[in-house]
């Protein structure tokens, strides 16, 4: 069974896309997103399937994403926000290299704002941060083998904090 070189979790506009995308360049791997391959399965954004379905359909369509692509990519894997939720995805996480990316609330909203494509920040994005933030962080935490601030630092630079975190050699 294969296993990706890196995992990226964190919170929802946290960069874990655009540094995920610097690093697979660094290390000469492939980069995939688990809310891409939704995307791309479903046929329709992510928003539209929490409208058309509610949180708890897209939350079983994202476990079988996150199960497939750790099973299946052998590069650098980003995973949605929320996947951290769901307690087999923590379990399957256990032994990866897993990092997660974080920021501040300030932080979240200039990067978020009123994003309608972020349905859990549609109505009040300071309030609902901080509470996505106190259900999760401790869950992020937990699965990571590495935690890496993104506040105040270009996505270069969180790229090389990650690489260092990890102890892994660019290609």
Do not use: C
């Not at 296993?3 to 690093?23: E, N």
């Not at 399965?41 to 476990?63: P, S």
């Not at 894997?77 to 990316?101: C, E, F, M, P, S």
């Not at 270069?156 to 892994?168: D, F, I, K, P």
């Amino acid at each position: 069974m294969s296993a990706p070189l890196i995992v990226l979790v964190g919170p929802m506009g946290v960069g874990k896309s655009t540094v995920g995308q610097l690093l697979a360049e660094r290390l000469g791997t492939g980069y995939r997103d688990t809310d891409e391959d939704i995307v791309t399965a479903q046929g329709r954004a992510i928003a539209e399937i929490f409208v058309d379905e509610g949180e708890a359909a897209f939350r079983t369509l994202e476990k079988e994403a996150v199960r497939t692509a750790l099973a299946e990519h052998e590069g650098v894997l980003a995973l949605g926000g929320g996947a951290i939720l769901d307690a087999d995805t923590r379990a399957l996480l256990a032994g990866q290299r897993v990092v997660y990316l974080s920021m501040d609330v300030e932080e979240a909203v200039k990067r978020t704002g009123l994003n309608a494509a972020r349905p859990l920040l549609a109505v009040n994005p300071r309030k609902q941060w901080r509470e996505l933030m106190e259900a999760r962080r401790h869950l992020y935490e937990d699965v990571a083998t590495a935690v890496v601030a993104t506040d105040g630092r270009t996505p270069e630079e969180v790229t090389q904090a990650a690489l260092e975190a990890v102890e892994l050699k660019e290609a």
